[in-house]
């Protein structure tokens, strides 16, 4: 996905105004390309997010579009100030990149997870965010800011699979897609989706995977009113309940008197333990570990 | 515009008045940037960019009512105001950014010298001066006092202008309210360094009962007040 990232970005250029990318010394192996081709549009300013979105917001107000890229907790938390009033308040074209989702830096420590980043971004509601599930989602998220420009949020994980390659997918809504034909729908998002996909379990006529690839403020109800036809409803994300999907999806169902069956697994924050592990073993820890089983089970 | 609101910071404004008139002038002439970080001083910029015609007298009367863009920390919804500021260490790395992608322009920016408390600013120092940014001036009000107390009791940062040599920066260290002084540093280039201005200057100058005080980042004159001040202005000008 980052790859993706950093092609998307070079193929737009040839034939767009160059975008600036400005990294605060993170991207090793990723943003060479960029940096040798259009060297008077890339900037390692260090180690310094906070100043990093600034100056990101000052290069957009002359005009130009621009990525800052960084480790999610470093580009969101850290600038959160910054995030608010020098990009989002005066709405310039800068794309916040977020690298690593979820539990992604598991051995890393807590530190590196990415749980609650939706949650705060969230509150910024003149962001944009995007939760790509995999590298098509990320060249589309790409492309829509390059297009459109507006304050954006993009949570990159590491995946080189697309989830199309397992199932064919169906576009019902601007960056959602729709996988399978059953009535039984789980909803997700970001690089935990494709796990809905890879399992045994997943039967496309008894089961549909909504996926997210960008997190709309307020779910429109123009493009999910097949969801009053659901057998049930289940919402799978790796990040806290508070601001995410899941909360969302909730409202929807509220607001549109829709009584199903409904699961929501997520992250509780308050229990979040310590010791580390792979992404997997973090994932089964902190949703249950049976996570999947629960998924897919009346 | 303060009294009338009843609003804090007339200390502020009145310390960097002079500067920011100086400052005004050569953005307006020369179609560069002024980032006015100090953002609580926005009397003083607004009242500058009436002076400059850029808004307009009328408008200042409309300071801190309701519904106005006149809001009591700088407003980038205000025609001359390129951004909104108010929380502090933002306007340097915003400068920063405006001068790596707009080489053609000067870009101006004042803070406080309280504001040098912040992390930002020093981050920002850093790479101005690595991407040789000699398109960027940071002017800094130094009238010595910040928010609780003096600036030099609360984190000494003297001598401020080995500091800002030593980060690779042009440095002078100036009386802020001397207007060819001003001048002369704010026309001073180099063809490496961006340059800044310490403006040593007086929180509340012109107004004896504000001068050097503290209470007076807070206060805001009553009408009886206002019109005693205005008459010492008006004596001493």
Redesign the interface.
């Known amino acids: 996905m980052r790859k993706k990232f950093i092609e998307t970005i070079l193929e737009y250029s040839q034939n767009n105004q160059t975008p600036f990318v400005l990294t605060g010394d993170l991207g090793y192996s990723v943003l060479e390309p960029f940096e040798v081709k259009y060297p008077d549009n890339f900037f390692n300013v260090g180690i310094m997010e906070q100043s990093m979105m600034s100056i990101a917001a000052g290069i957009s107000s002359q005009g130009n579009k621009v990525f800052a890229y960084s480790i999610t907790n470093f580009s969101t938390f850290r600038a959160l100030e910054q995030l608010r009033l020098d990009i989002a308040y005066h709405k310039l074209n800068v794309c916040v990149i977020g690298v690593g989702t979820g539990f992604q830096y598991g051995p890393a420590g807590y530190s590196h997870w990415a749980i609650e980043d939706l949650a705060i971004v969230s509150g910024l509601e003149k962001f944009r965010i995007f939760s790509p599930s995999d590298a098509n989602s990320t060249q589309e998220a790409i492309i829509d800011f390059l297009k459109n420009g507006g304050p954006s949020y993009i949570r990159l994980g590491k995946h080189i699979r697309n989830l199309s390659d397992i199932h064919k997918a169906q576009e019902i809504g601007s960056h959602i897609k729709k996988f399978g034909l059953g009535k039984k729908i789980i909803i997700s998002h970001g690089s935990i989706a494709i796990k809905v996909l890879e399992s045994k379990s997943f039967n496309p006529s008894e089961f549909s995977l909504l996926v997210f690839n960008e997190i709309p403020n307020i779910v429109d109800s123009s493009y999910l009113k097949f969801l009053d036809e659901a057998i049930s409803i289940k919402v799978l994300e790796d990040v806290v309940y508070t601001g995410s999907l899941g909360s969302r999806i909730t409202r929807f169902l509220v607001e549109n008197k829709l009584n199903k069956p409904f699961e929501w697994l997520g992250v509780n924050g308050r229990n979040v333990k310590s010791a580390g592990g792979s992404e997997e073993y973090l994932r089964s820890r902190e949703l249950g570990f049976n996570y999947m089983q629960d998924l897919f089970k009346d | 515009m303060i009294s009338n609101a009843n609003s804090s910071h007339i200390g502020s404004c009145l310390s960097v008045a002079d500067l920011l008139s100086v400052v005004q002038s050569l953005v307006q002439k020369n179609n560069n940037e002024l980032i006015f970080s100090k953002g609580h001083a926005a009397a003083a910029m607004y009242a500058s960019l009436s002076y400059e015609k850029v808004i307009s007298e009328d408008s200042l009367n409309t300071f801190g009512s309701d519904g106005s863009e006149l809001i009591g920390h700088v407003n ?1 919804a205000v025609e001359g105001i ?6 502090l ?2 306007g340097l ?10 080489k053609s322009k000067h870009v101006y920016v004042i803070v406080s010298d309280g504001e040098l408390n912040e ?2 600013t020093w ?2 120092l ?2 101005a001066s ?2 040789k940014l000699n398109n960027l001036t940071l002017i800094i009000d130094a009238n010595g006092i910040q928010s609780f107390g003096e600036t030099k009791e609360i984190l000494n940062l003297d001598p401020l202008i080995d500091k800002f040599l030593d980060f690779g920066w042009n440095c002078v260290d100036i009386d802020g309210h001397s207007i060819s002084l001003l001048f002369e540093a704010l026309e001073k280039r180099s063809e490496i360094k961006p340059m800044a201005v310490i403006a040593r200057t007086i929180k509340g100058k012109g107004i004896k009962e504000m001068e050097g005080k503290l209470e007076w980042h807070y206060k805001s004159p009553d009408k009886e007040k206002l019109k005693i001040f205005i008459k010492e202005i008006g004596n001493n000008a």
């Open positions: 980038h390129s951004f909104s500021t108010g929380s260490g933002h790395p915003l400068g920063v950014g405006v001068a790596i992608a707009s992390g930002t981050e920002s850093a790479i690595q991407l």
